[in-house]
């Protein structure tokens, strides 16, 4: 009698279902290669607060979707090597009670094409007049990112900010007039001059203003070490610390700065890393 009570026992044990994960991983990306961004979602058996992440050496901030699930936005550095790479996600449960889940991601090789460009010799060998500024205009980018929201300020799907097709390939190694320079952080837009420029999506701008290399700038703060830099506008229709919606125009179309012709440069980067804007929008379409 005890045998058969106990195999009993035993067997309710064996058949008993698995609790759920406390905290589950899931991701969303169009590649997982270098300048790709990756969408990962946290939820919870329960509820959780105070989700963070951590990857590449960089803290990546999460947003609240509800009371059990949260998203983050991994960006993959353009010069990032092939290989493992954790996701580490850390959250506390309505209790307090510390989670973490990890997933990994296998980053693949990307061989990035070269471009080859002629320009006015004084973008690659500035004279000593220009210094004081180009100084002075990298300290200004260094304070936006230094500096993000710490709120998401931009809702729902990224967008185009301009109709055309991109026509210049995120990463190419860039020849300027024989000397090579660093690799093209943005997608190029083959948008005539004075096309509108619109927001992607929602945020406050934190550079308005003609820059050397750049020409006219224009830096929008997304929240959460999320940025968008247009450049090489003809003209600038926004001032630092407005506040922008999606579709907002916040310049036009030219040929300002280092460049060949009009089109639009957009730049775009999270928490450092420098990510292919059509990488967003892939991620970012729903």
């Known amino acids: 009698m005890r045998a058969a009570l106990f195999l ?6 064996q058949t008993a279902p698995a609790k759920p994960a406390a905290l589950t991983l899931a991701t969303r ?53 092939p290989g493992a790479y954790a996701v580490v996600v850390e959250a506390a449960s309505a209790s307090g009670s510390p989670l973490t889940a990890t997933h990994t991601l296998k980053v693949a090789a990307k061989a990035f094409p070269t471009r080859t460009l002629t320009v006015d010799d004084a973008f690659v060998n500035p004279p000593e007049s220009a210094a004081a500024r180009i100084a002075d205009d990298a300290k200004a980018l260094e304070h936006c990112w230094a500096n993000p929201s710490p709120e998401r300020l931009w809702t729902g ?7 055309q097709e ?65 450049a090489h506008l003809s003209s ?3 001032k ?18 280092r460049v060949t ?13 420098r990510i292919d804007p059509l990488a967003l929008l892939f991620v970012m379409d729903r």
């Not at 607060?49 to 993959?76: M, N, S, Y």
């Not at 990224?158 to 109709?163: A, H, T």
């Open 261 to 273: 012709g009009p089109h639009l440069h957009w730049m775009v980067r999270i928490s450092g890393a």
């Open 157 to 163: 799907a990224f967008v185009r900010p301009v109709p």
């Open 29 to 81: 990306a169009r590649a997982v290669q270098p300048g790709e961004v990756v969408l990962v979602t946290a939820t919870g058996a329960a509820a959780v607060e105070r989700v963070r992440a951590r990857a590449f050496g960089r803290e990546f901030p999460a947003f609240k979707l509800d009371a059990k699930t949260w998203q983050v936005l991994v960006g993959i550095d353009l010069t990032t090597a």
């Open 8 to 13: 009993a026992a035993f067997a309710a044990v």
């Open 236 to 238: 600038i229709d926004v």
């Open 166 to 230: 991109a026509n210049s390939a995120f990463g190419s190694r860039s020849v300027f007039n024989g000397q090579a320079r660093n690799p093209h952080s943005g997608a190029d837009f083959r948008s005539p001059a004075g096309q509108p420029v619109k927001a992607p999506n929602a945020g406050r701008i934190v550079l308005a203003k003609d820059l050397y290399y750049s020409g006219g700038t224009v830096v929008i703060d997304h929240g959460l070490g999320l940025f968008s830099l247009f």
């Open 240 to 257: 630092d610390g407005t506040r922008v919606a999606a579709g907002d125009v916040v310049g036009k179309v030219g040929a300002t700065g």
